[in-house]
């Protein structure tokens, strides 16, 4: 039995998915029943539980051969302190598979969580792999997640709408894009092989690192915009965009800050690019598959 935490999210059902069906029994945990449904038809147990509700956690990890660990990085815009919330998620989490004897656990964190500051919304991460870490008894296997591909589908309303890409990384920085779906299937591969001990990290890089001008340039072809640019927007202006979007003081912060970190190379990788460390699918095949098709049906308006 493999309990999947966060697993309403991009990457716990991806996990999920694979375990299933590769044959595995899965306990799918969330929020809510019925945004698990599609787990519940392919044969998973569904099983309710807020995840700052450490007593209610516990009772869905026990039983539980290989758990996987999420703190959903949905940045909650208008949350006051997303890093208390993070830390409240963390103890529960660390509770739970402390008090349900759970001796496996794969944990989703971020490329730069081996810094305990300066990396915006990753720090919170930094303490929950430092948390859940110290629990005796638990193998534990963090995955450190490079830079989400689909993020890219956040500028798809801006693209159609002024011809135009920004973000305020460098345009030439290598950033290892990496797709929530195979970050998933990493996470229930290793939950079924079970082949680490103690505490491990493994950092996803992505199938190789791309610059935001390249990433631009290939949304431009594949979706026949040739006047679509990348533009690099400065820190300041980024936040103030952040705060004229409604987003809570302390997440613009945050967002800023890890902004500057990618940039100063403060967040990075450091493991080498192995097989191991690399996934699947490239830049091209997500354009093509997830960018694209949203492009070409969404209102010019959105998110302009």
Avoid at 123 to 152: I, K
């Amino acid at each position: 039995m493999f309990v999947i935490t966060g697993a309403s999210g991009r990457t716990g059902r991806a996990a999920a998915e694979h375990l299933l069906a590769a044959g595995h029994r899965v306990r799918a945990v969330g929020r809510s029943a019925g945004r698990l449904a599609d787990l519940a038809a392919r044969g998973a147990e569904v099983c309710e539980a807020d995840p700052a509700d450490p007593g209610a956690l516990t009772d869905a990890l026990r039983g539980a051969d290989g758990v996987y660990a999420v703190i959903q990085p949905n940045y909650l815009p208008h949350h006051p302190d997303f890093g208390a919330f993070q830390d409240r998620v963390a103890d529960s989490l660390t509770r739970a598979v402390a008090e349900s004897g759970a001796t496996r656990v794969v944990g989703l964190s971020s490329w730069g969580a081996q810094h305990a500051a300066g990396t915006g919304p990753v720090a919170g991460l930094h303490r929950f792999e430092q948390r859940l870490s110290a629990v005796p008894g638990v193998d534990t296997l963090w995955l450190r997640a490079g830079y989400f591909m689909e993020n890219l589908l956040d500028h798809i309303g801006t693209a159609r709408a002024h011809h135009r890409i920004s973000a305020p990384f460098d345009p030439g920085l290598p950033l290892p894009f990496v797709t929530t779906r195979d970050i998933g299937s990493r996470a229930g591969e290793a939950l079924a092989a079970g082949a680490w001990c103690g505490t491990e990290v493994l950092e996803l890089q992505g199938e190789r690192d791309v610059s935001m001008r390249e990433a631009v340039r290939l949304i431009a072809e594949a979706v026949g915009a040739d006047d679509l640019t990348y533009e690099q927007t400065g820190l300041a202006d980024f936040r103030a965009g952040l705060r004229e979007a409604g987003v809570s003081e302390n997440v613009a912060d945050m967002m800023t800050e890890a902004g500057e970190a990618i940039n100063s190379r403060h967040i990075r990788m450091r493991q080498p690019r192995t097989a191991r460390t690399s996934t699947p699918t490239s830049v091209e095949r997500f354009i093509e598959d997830e960018f694209a098709p949203r492009f070409r049906t969404a209102r010019p308006t959105e998110g302009g």
